[in-house]
C-alpha cells in the first residue's frame, strides 16, 4: 500500500510525462456518438457482509457478455475469438481468444497504473470479497454526461444508510449499463473524439482512499474516471492506495437498494493488470 | 438440460465418430515424463451452504495462476501474454492475451462437448455458487496415477457426512497440485503420449447426475476424466446433463474438512465453451 504522498508524486508524474504520450498514441482513435440516457432516481439502498439470516442467496451477475463487439474505452482493442475446434470437426468445442486486458466488465490493479503496482495473480484473494455499496447518481448523469460522483453523494448516501462498511467496493450506478449493446452510445465520444460519461470526482476517490476503508471502487461505465478526464486522478489515487476498480459493471440496478456481497472472480492473470472479470453479487 | 438417453447417444456418437479424429488431430504431441506424489489420508469432510453464524469469512482461493508456463491438456496450447502498454513507455500498462479456452483453472461447459449446449455466457449465474463438497482419492492416487473416483468413494463420503447437498460442487482431491509447477510430472505422460493422473470414473459422474442434484464437479487434475481416457465419458455425462466441470482446480486440501461454499468465477466469454476462471470458496 502506498502512502498520500507517493500516491501525489505518481499522479504528478503522470500527468506530466506518460499521460501526454498516451493520448497522442492510442486515445485519438474515436467515433462520434450521442444517445438518450434513462434516469433511476431511487436513493435508498444500504449494504452490510451478507448474514445467512437475512440473505435471500439471490445471485445478481453484475457481468456483461465479453465478445467482439462490446464497448471499449480504446475504440479499436475490441476482443477477437474464433473457433479452434469444433464438436462437428473434432469431437469437442473450444474457442481461441485474442484481447488486450480491460475490455468488458474488468479488474484494474494497481499495476495499471502504478510502476511496481501489484500485479493481479499475487493480489490477495480475501480483498475480491465485500460488501457492495450502490451509491445512485442517475439522476445528474441524465442531464449531464459528465457528472461525477463527489463528496456529498457518498454524504448523502451514508446519512441515508450509515457509514460505508469496512471493506466495502464502492459502485456508481449512472444507469449507463442500458447503453451496452449500442458501443457509440456507450462511448459517447464527441466530433473531437472526447469521451463523455459519468466517472468518481478525484475529491471523491480521495475521500474514500484517506477517509473510509474500501476495497475497491466500481463503475457502470468505461473509466473509473469521467470520460472526459485526461489525468486519470481517480485512477491513480484508488490504485496508487493498493485498491482496485471495476469498469463496465452491470445490473447495478438490481442491487442498489438491497443488501449484497460481491465477489470479483477475476482469473489471475499472470503479471495482469487486471483483466475480464465475472462479478457476481450475492443478495 | 439433455435426458440420459441424450447423453448415451452423445457418447456414443462421440465415440464413434469426433474423437478418433481429434485424436489423430491433437492429441498426440505429448511429452514423457515421471514424478513423484504426495499422499493426503484424511476423510473427514462436510459441506452445507455457509451461514454467517457458522462462517469464518475466510477465502480461499482455489485457483492457480494463469500462465504461459502452465501445463495444458493439449501439449502445445500454453497460453500467450506480451506487453500492449506499459506504465514506463505509455502511462499504463496494459497485457495482450492470446489462448484457447481450455487452459488453467477452467470451466468445461455443456457446449465444449455437447452439440447445441448452452454457452458460458448464457449459463445461469446462480448455478455458480454452492456448498462445495470434496472426495479426497489422494490415498488411492498416490499408489496408482490411474485411480479414479468411484461411485464407492462417494459412499464413503456419504456415510461419514451425510448426503451429498443439493446444488453441491463436487470436487475431486487427488493431492496432485503439487505438481503444478513442474508441468511435464503434471501431465505425466508415458513413452507413448498417454497422460496418466486421477479422474472420476464414468459410474461415477452418472451416480452424480442421476442420483444426486449436483451444480458440477470439479478436479485438481487436467481432465475431469482420468487421464488415460480416450472416451471422455464424463465429460460426455456430466455436460449432457447440463452441469458444468471445473479443471486444474487448487489448494482444495484448504477446504476439504471444512464447510465451504464455492463461486465459481468464469467470465462471460461469448459463445465460450468455457474457459479460464477465478474460483474462490468462502469458509
Known amino acids: 500500500m502506498c502512502s498520500p504522498e507517493v500516491a501525489k508524486v505518481v499522479r504528478e508524474r503522470v500527468q506530466k510525462e506518460g499521460l501526454s504520450n498516451l493520448t497522442r498514441r492510442n486515445f485519438l482513435r474515436l467515433g462520434g456518438a450521442a444517445a438518450a440516457s434513462t434516469a433511476f432516481a431511487s436513493f435508498v439502498g444500504s449494504a452490510a457482509l451478507v448474514k445467512a439470516q437475512e440473505a435471500s442467496g439471490e445471485i445478481v451477475d453484475l457481468s456483461h457478455v465479453f465478445g467482439s463487439s462490446i464497448p471499449t474505452y480504446l475504440v479499436n482493442e475490441k476482443p477477437h475469438r474464433e ?11 473450444i474457442q481461441r481468444w485474442n484481447f488486450t486486458e480491460h475490455a468488458g466488465t474488468h479488474v484494474d490493479i494497481p ?20 460488501p457492495a455499496v450502490v451509491i445512485d447518481i442517475s439522476a445528474k448523469a441524465a442531464e449531464n454526461a459528465d457528472a ?3 463528496v456529498a ?12 462498511p469496512t471493506g466495502a467496493v464502492v459502485f456508481l450506478y449512472s444507469g449507463w449499463d442500458v447503453r451496452w449493446d ?19 470526482s478525484p475529491d471523491a476517490a480521495a475521500f474514500l482512499v484517506e477517509q473510509r476503508d474500501i476495497r475497491g471502487i466500481g463503475v457502470d ?17 484508488v ?9 463496465g459493471v452491470a445490473n447495478l440496478a438490481a442491487i442498489k437498494d438491497r443488501q449484497a456481497t460481491v465477489f470479483v472472480g477475476v482469473p489471475r492473470w499472470e503479471n495482469g493488470s487486471g483483466g475480464p472479470a465475472r462479478v457476481l453479487a450475492v443478495i
Chains 1, 2 share one sequence.
Not at 221 to 237: E, Q
Open 153 to 164: 453523494d457518498i454524504e448523502a448516501w451514508e446519512s441515508a444508510n450509515g457509514k460505508i
Open 111 to 130: 499495476a495499471h497504473f502504478i510502476s511496481g503496482g501489484e500485479t493481479v495473480d499475487n493480489y490477495p484473494a480475501d480483498l475480491l470479497v465485500g
Open 83 to 93: 473457433d479452434f475446434v469444433t464438436v462437428e470437426n473434432d469431437g469437442f468445442y
Open 221 to 237: 461505465t468505461l473509466s473509473l474516471d469521467i470520460g472526459a478526464s485526461t489525468t486519470f486522478d481517480v485512477h491513480v489515487t
Open 148 to 150: 461525477a460522483l463527489d
Open 182 to 200: 449500442d458501443p457509440e452510445a456507450f462511448r459517447n465520444a464527441d466530433a473531437n473524439g472526447v469521451q463523455h460519461y459519468p466517472g468518481f
Open 239 to 247: 490504485l496508487a492506495a493498493g485498491k482496485y476498480g471495476i469498469e
